[in-house]
C-alpha cells in the first residue's frame, strides 16, 4: 500500500523560506515520481513541482520556477520541497502525491496517490 506522509508547513514572513518533506512508503524500486501540488482557499488544485525519482529529472510550474526546488534522498525514500522568496500568493495547502510518471505539464493533478496536506501561510 502507498503511503505518503507531508509534513512541514507553517507561518512565514514574505520573502522567507520553508522545507516541505514527503515521507514514501509502498513503493518498490525507483520507477515512480512524487509530485507537489497545491489549493489555495477559493481555487482549485495545482501542481507546483514533480520529481521523476528514478532519474532525479524534476519539473516545476512556471508560478514557482526559480524559486523553489524539489529534491530526492533515495536513502530515506523522501522527497522535499525548498520554497524560496515566498509571497502571499503562496499561501495554500500542499499536498504530495505519486505516480509511475510525473503529470503531462507541471502544473498538472494526475496522480493516483495522495497524501494529507500541510498548510503554509505566507504573511505580508
Known amino acids: 500500500e502507498v503511503q505518503l506522509q507531508a509534513s512541514g508547513g507553517g507561518l512565514v514572513q514574505a520573502g522567507g523560506s520553508l522545507r516541505l518533506s514527503c515521507a514514501a512508503s509502498?513503493?518498490?524500486?525507483?520507477?515512480?515520481?512524487i509530485g507537489w501540488a497545491r489549493q489555495a482557499p477559493g481555487k482549485e488544485r495545482e501542481g507546483v513541482s514533480c520529481?521523476?525519482?528514478?532519474?532525479?529529472?524534476?519539473y516545476y510550474s512556471d508560478s514557482v520556477k526559480g524559486r523553489f526546488t524539489i529534491s530526492s534522498d533515495n536513502a530515506k525514500n523522501t522527497v522535499y520541497l525548498q520554497m524560496g522568496s515566498l509571497t502571499p500568493e503562496d499561501t495554500a495547502v500542499y499536498y504530495c502525491?505519486?505516480?509511475?510518471?510525473?503529470?503531462?505539464?507541471?502544473?498538472?493533478?494526475?496522480?493516483?496517490?495522495w497524501g494529507q496536506g500541510t498548510l503554509v501561510t505566507v504573511s505580508s
Open positions: 509502498g513503493f518498490t524500486g525507483v520507477d515512480y515520481a
Open positions: 520529481i521523476w525519482v528514478g532519474d532525479g529529472s524534476t
Open positions: 502525491a505519486a505516480d509511475s510518471s510525473c503529470p503531462l505539464y507541471p502544473n498538472g493533478v494526475e496522480y493516483n496517490y
